[in-house]
Nanobody
């Protein structure tokens, strides 16, 4: 069973930046797609970004051009660099993983981290 541990959240002013990290353990990290979702208060969890085992990336429209997902297979870690943050980016950010990138993008996943809170003040 895979374990996912997120870190790096916090409080930042609009226009600022944060970098989230997700450390994975329990299986061969490099063989799996990784992704980030977020959930704002009162809203459903939504897809943010995904990266395939080969390094191809996918982004939701609201974050395209501002967020960058990357992975370090030697450290079993996936990152989410968030720039030009907006108040609407506020929420709990979750890391997830699946065998196929399509499953991550569509939310067809079983494994989630505990989440890390991101708050963007205006």
């Amino acid at each position: 069973q895979v374990q996912l541990v997120e870190s790096g959240g916090g409080l930042v002013q609009a226009g600022g930046s944060l970098r989230l990290s997700c450390a994975a353990s329990g299986r061969t990290f490099s063989n799996y797609a990784m992704g980030w979702f977020r959930q704002a208060p009162g809203k459903e969890r939504e897809f943010v970004a995904a990266i395939s085992s080969g390094g191809s990336t996918h982004y939701s429209d609201p974050v395209k051009g501002r967020f960058t997902i990357s992975r370090d297979n030697a450290k079993n870690t996936v990152y989410l660099q968030m720039n030009s943050l907006k108040p609407e980016d506020t929420g709990v950010y979750y890391c997830t993983t699946a065998a196929l990138t399509y499953w991550v993008v569509s939310g067809r996943v079983d494994d989630w981290g505990q989440g890390t809170q991101v708050t963007v003040s205006s």
